[in-house]
């Protein structure tokens, strides 16, 4: 399925997370869920205010509760309005 967000919206796919030690130990994580999730940006709007804050690839971070969650065959998309994105992860 292809989807192509309009209005000020993004489509993101979710990127699990896994702490490691410097050392390459992946830890545990305990019971307590974060309040919030990264995603890759897949797909963007023609907003031009979308399209000058973001670019496809770019990993942002957003509440877990925001979103329109989409099952697809391959990952879990969601899709978020731009007043949702709490920030732009740079590496």
């Not at 690839?57 to 979103?67: A, E, L, P």
């Amino acid at each position: 399925m292809k989807i192509k967000p309009i209005g000020k919206r993004v489509l993101v796919k979710i990127i699990d997370l896994e702490e490691k030690t410097s050392t390459g130990i992946i830890l545990i994580q305990n019971n307590e869920e974060k309040s919030y999730k990264v995603g890759e940006i897949i797909s963007l709007s023609s907003n031009s205010e979308v399209n000058s804050l973001f670019n496809i690839n770019d990993k942002i971070i957003f509440s877990k509760k925001s979103g329109v969650k989409i099952n697809d065959s391959s990952k879990e998309k969601i899709l978020l309005e731009l007043d949702e994105i709490l920030g732009i992860i740079e590496e």
